[in-house]
Nanobody
């Protein structure tokens, strides 16, 4: 059973940066798709970014050019570097893992989820 634990959230001003981390345990980390989603209260959870085991990436249009997903298989960790943050990036950010090595953007496509970490961007 894969367990995911996020860290790195916090409060930052508009234009600032944060790096989120997600460490996995209990599974074949290297063969999974790893992704980040986010959810604002009262809104649906939305896809942010994903990365294959081979290093291919895919981003939501709203974060393309500002966010970068990366992974360190030796540390069983995936990262989300967030730059040029905007107030609309404020949300709870979740790490997710998918057993099959094909990127999908739907919540139902992911098998494991972390508990999330809050990111707040102030004006």
């Amino acid at each position: 059973q894969v367990q995911l634990v996020e860290s790195g959230g916090g409060l930052v001003q508009t234009g600032g940066s944060l790096r989120l981390s997600c460490t996995a345990s209990g599974g074949a980390f290297g063969s999974n798709i790893l992704a980040w989603f986010r959810q604002d209260p009262g809104k649906a959870r939305e896809f942010v970014a994903a990365m294959t085991s081979g290093g291919s990436t895919y981003y939501a249009q709203s974060v393309k050019g500002r966010f970068t997903i990366s992974r360190d298989n030796a540390k069983n960790t995936v990262y989300l570097q967030m730059n040029s943050l905007k107030p609309e990036d404020t949300a709870f950010y979740y790490c997710a893992a998918r057993r099959y090595n094909l990127i999908v953007v739907t919540i139902s496509g992911y098998d494991y989820w972390g508990q999330g970490t809050q990111v707040t961007v102030s004006n």
